[in-house]
Each structure stands twice: as structure tokens, then as C-alpha cells.
């Protein structure tokens, strides 16, 4: 079983601010977690992973998430806010290998204030 | 094609009539799915395909929702009957076969969705 929350359905941040998008998981294997973005009208794109390795990812747009074990937690950061960032964004989690169901958070919507 | 296309892109129907969804996954990709997503819910899985066949087709909510894939690429969604829960954005994602293996993953592609209202 696995679930994801997100904490915070709507999140404003200044331009040039520092985003933090908070996401928990729960899963009764070693996760995969997923950071996508959706933007108005359009389907969800990928913006990182964490499958194994470093628990420190790297994804497009200047986002990074920390997967932090011992918290259950893979919080997305950027540390400057641009207009183009205002979208929702989703968590997800998913087991290891070949078919695994993805579960996705309820999102969170970034307003961007200039 | 160079994405994952749907359509309609939206569909406004009645009550109790019958919609279909079409996906047209991404060339080659063999794994399909579909979500719903509905305000304030997040994605809800539906169902998978590999290939033709439906391993996983344990997130249709009712009898009412079905699903079938031809030749290993378009897809199609129907709801029966439909009902004004039914309202909602139907989202389609296409990847690539899965790979076996402990810690393989493929990226799922995503369509833009059918917006369905149901009055």
C-alpha cells in the first residue's frame, strides 16, 4: 500500500523567493517518488525522480527534492520563484520495478506574486 | 506522433448518454494508462494496458466504465450511462515497455486530457 500527501493545496511565494512544496509518502516497499508539473490545459510533465542513489535530485527549471528516509518526506525546493513556475504541481509515489501503480498526491497549486 | 494526443478536448454531454475518450499514445510506446482527475482529488488511476491487454484495471469505479486497445496503440475510454460524478479531466499517459529488473522505471508520458462535463 502507498499513499502520498501533499501539504498545502495552494502555496503563493514571492518572485524570486524561495519555493518549498512539502510532500509525505507511505509505502510498504522502497518508493520511487516523482515530482510532475502540470500547467493550465496542458497533461503533467516529469520535473525529477528519485529512484536510487543520491538522495539529492536535480530536475528541470532549477527544481531539486531531498529524499529524506527517516522523515518520509520529498519536498521540492527552488530558491528563486519565476512567473513561468506558477502551475500545480504533483507528488507521486510507486514500488521498484517492471509494472508498479503510481499513487499521486491531491497537488499544489504556486502562485508566483511579482 | 511527437506526444500523447486525446479528444475530444472537451465534451459536454447529458445524463445518461454513453461518451467515448480516444488516446493516441506516443509511436512504440507499448504501456498505456488511463487517470481521472477530478477538483481537489489528484490523479486517479483507472487502468493500464501493456500492449492489447489489461493487467490492471482495478481503479474503473463501476460496470458503467470500460476500456479497450487496439493494435497495441489507440485507446479508447467509455463511460455508460453517464452520471454527473462522471465529470471530471481524463488524462491518458503512454511509456515505454517496462523493463524487469528491482529498480527499473519508465516514464509515463502525459496526454493533455478530455475535459468531460456531464449536466
Known amino acids: 500500500a502507498q499513499s502520498v500527501t501533499q501539504l498545502g493545496s495552494h502555496v503563493s511565494v514571492s518572485e524570486g523567493a524561495l519555493v518549498l512544496l512539502r510532500c509525505n509518502y507511505s509505502s510498504s516497499v522502497p518508493p520511487y517518488l516523482f515530482w510532475y508539473v502540470q500547467y493550465p490545459n496542458q497533461g503533467l510533465q516529469l520535473l525529477l525522480k528519485?529512484?536510487?542513489?543520491?538522495?539529492l535530485v536535480k530536475g528541470i527549471n532549477g527544481f531539486e527534492a531531498e529524499f529524506k528516509k527517516s522523515e518520509t518526506s520529498f519536498h521540492l525546493t527552488k530558491p528563486s520563484a519565476h512567473m513561468s513556475d506558477a502551475a500545480e504541481y504533483f507528488c507521486a509515489v510507486s514500488g521498484a520495478g517492471g509494472y508498479q501503480k503510481v499513487t499521486f498526491g491531491t497537488g499544489t497549486k504556486l502562485q508566483v506574486i511579482p | 506522433g511527437a506526444g500523447v494526443s486525446q479528444s475530444p478536448s472537451n465534451k459536454v454531454t447529458e445524463k445518461g448518454k454513453d461518451v467515448e475518450l480516444r488516446c493516441d499514445p506516443i509511436?512504440?510506446?507499448?504501456?498505456l494508462y488511463w487517470y481521472r482527475q477530478s477538483l481537489g482529488q489528484g490523479l486517479e488511476f483507472l487502468i493500464y494496458?501493456?500492449?492489447?491487454?489489461?493487467?490492471?484495471k482495478s481503479g474503473l469505479p463501476s460496470d458503467r466504465f470500460s476500456a479497450e486497445r487496439t493494435g497495441g496503440s489507440v485507446s479508447t475510454l467509455t463511460i455508460q450511462r453517464t452520471q454527473q460524478e462522471d465529470s471530471a479531466v481524463y488524462l491518458c499517459?503512454?511509456?515505454?515497455?517496462?523493463?524487469?529488473?528491482?529498480?527499473?522505471?519508465?516514464?509515463?508520458?502525459f496526454g493533455p486530457g478530455t475535459r468531460l462535463t456531464v449536466l
Open positions: 509511436s512504440g510506446h507499448t504501456a
Open positions: 494496458f501493456q500492449g492489447n491487454s489489461a493487467p490492471d
Open positions: 528519485y529512484t536510487t542513489g543520491a538522495t
Open positions: 499517459a503512454s511509456s515505454l515497455p517496462l523493463a524487469g529488473g528491482r529498480r527499473s522505471y519508465n516514464e509515463q508520458f
